[in-house]
């Protein structure tokens, strides 16, 4: 029983009643020390979906998360992430760095997700941690944490990740039934019955647990990860039938021939088989009815706070660990690319002295939120190792110092043997769909520098294979992507670039926070 076992989790944090005494002593000394400090500190809460986008549309149906966080605070239009990719992407969240420092390449063990290696080199420094050891902080954390957490081979669903005094860390990918979590390193287990296990809400009955048990001494971290809208994209029964005449979107870069980029992109077929549309579109609208699930925990936490008279000095944040596609480019769906799609991602933000309804083009990074959560618990960002920096408070918006780029990097994945359906595209190719249209190679690896200044709204990319093949737009005059510039820009711009590129693939902690004053 989750209550019961709240309960038991809170009372280890208080003092023993063993002598009235022993008890004054106590009370006298959290109300002196701890509480006095802590109580005015703001609590945080980080909601973090799977595979939410916002150029395709990801967050129409979120309409009470807009309400409820976006209008009564900030939404930034130009949020980026450092990989397309759920695990190094998250590993970037916890840590604060691009993926060249913490690592972790891809979704697999192999790859450093949730590993041995992991463990012993990052997660002990990452920003939950932290906040725990030296900010005072109590943290509870539910939900998704790296694709390959619980694994056998890396401490199993006993491991606790450090930094966390309430842990609900689901078992390896996202799912909605069927499915393992640890609580505080015992494994529970749950089946297919919508009133008991589905995941979304199964994650908002906890929070809402942990906020009514939770210590009112200390301030609070809380972090919901929650499946939607990853697949299998398996809606709560009251939403099944949401959406039914929804399609994805038809933008100008849908079904569409990319005939200028990298040679994955070039080897989709277009335009793409009716079924292959059917399935893309019946996938859009699957996602969308899980989204509407989260809306509803969203929700029930700030209704939640606001009832227990802590929404006014609670930070809530709201984010994605990726994009996501559905047909843009014939690619049927997917997250890798290096195209706006799949790198940029929603980002609204609510807590004490943000204005409402504010819009930012401030240019941000998901390996920005560790620093600013830690900013705004008074912890000094430079005692760390972390790439990113702080984005509040808001008055660094319009600082001349604040950066002019940030850098995208992902390794791609390919199997060492051909597809059996797909022979005549050979080995080295992964996430490839019926009719031969594959996501992923070994060679779709890149590296990208997403500049937004006032002069300039552009991206360059690299990519580590024969050609050094190179993608370059203007993200003003051309913001679906159709068309490559790299051989027309010229070569002055394309070194100055590569050089960028290059500094930026070296960098570690303050010298990735430099802006480049050539832009």
């Not at 918006?397 to 051909?418: A, C, F, H, P, Q």
């Not at 993200?475 to 290059?502: C, V, W």
Request: hydrophobic share 35%.
């Amino acid at each position: 029983n989750r209550r019961t076992l709240l309960k038991k989790m809170a009372s280890n944090r208080f003092c023993p009643p063993t002598l009235l005494s022993f008890l004054l002593i106590c009370v006298t000394l959290w109300s002196s020390g701890v509480s006095a400090k802590s109580a005015q500190r703001p609590n945080i809460v980080l909601i973090l979906t799977d595979d939410l986008d916002i150029v395709i549309g990801g967050l129409s149906p979120l309409n009470k998360a807009k309400k409820l966080i976006g209008e009564e605070g900030i939404s930034f239009t130009n949020a980026f992430v450092a990989s397309p990719l759920c695990c190094p992407s998250r590993a970037s969240i916890l840590t604060g760095k691009y993926p060249h420092n913490h690592h972790v390449i891809n979704n697999t063990l192999e790859g450093n997700c949730s590993s041995k290696a992991w463990q012993k080199s990052e997660e002990a420094n990452a920003f939950p941690a932290l906040l725990r050891a030296h900010a005072g902080y109590q943290t509870f954390f539910a939900g998704k944490y790296l694709n390959q957490y619980g694994h056998s081979e890396a401490g199993g669903v006993e491991h606790v990740p450090p930094g966390w005094s309430h842990w609900i860390g689901l078992e390896k990918n996202s799912k909605y039934y069927n499915y393992t979590l640890s609580v505080n390193g015992k494994a529970q287990k749950h089946g297919a019955d919508y009133s008991k296990d589905y995941l979304t809400d199964v994650l908002a009955n906890m929070s809402l647990d942990f906020l009514q048990y939770k210590s009112s001494f200390q301030p609070f971290f809380m972090m919901v990860s929650t499946p939607a809208p990853h697949s299998p994209w398996t809606a709560a029964p009251q939403y099944q039938n949401s959406f039914n005449a929804t399609k994805a979107p038809r933008d100008p870069n849908f079904n569409v021939h990319g005939k200028d980029k990298h040679w994955l992109i070039r080897q989709a077929k277009t335009p793409m088989s009716n079924s292959s549309v059917q399935f893309l579109d019946d996938a859009f609208r699957k996602r969308w009815r899980t989204l509407l699930s989260v809306d509803d925990l969203v929700e029930k936490i700030v209704k939640t706070l606001e009832v227990r008279g802590e929404l006014d000095n609670t930070y809530i944040f709201f984010t994605s660990d990726n994009g996501y596609h559905t047909g843009q480019f014939s690619l049927p769906m997917d997250k890798r690319q290096l195209y706006e799609f799949d790198i940029r991602v929603p980002l609204m933000v609510r807590g004490p002295n943000i204005k409402p309804n504010q819009t930012s083009q401030m240019l941000v990074a998901n390996v920005d939120l560790g620093p600013t959560i830690l900013d705004i618990a008074g912890y000094n960002v430079n005692k760390t190792q972390m790439d990113g920096t702080s984005f509040l408070p808001e008055g660094k918006m319009n600082s001349s110092s604040w950066r002019t780029d940030i850098l995208v990097e992902y390794e791609g994945e390919g199997n060492n043997v051909s597809d059996p359906a797909c022979p005549l595209l050979g080995p080295g190719v992964s996430e490839c769909f019926p009719d031969c249209v594959c996501e992923d190679s070994y060679n779709n690896t890149y590296a990208c520098v997403r500049t937004v200044a006032a002069s300039a709204n552009l991206q360059y990319c690299e990519f580590d294979d024969n050609q050094v093949f190179v993608e370059v737009y203007n993200m003003t005059a051309d913001p679906y992507q159709l068309t490559n510039i790299a051989d027309s820009i010229g070569q002055d711009f394309l070194e100055k670039m590569n050089h960028r590129l290059m500094m930026l693939q070296s960098c570690s902690g303050q010298s990735c926070r430099t802006p480049d004053t050539k832009i």
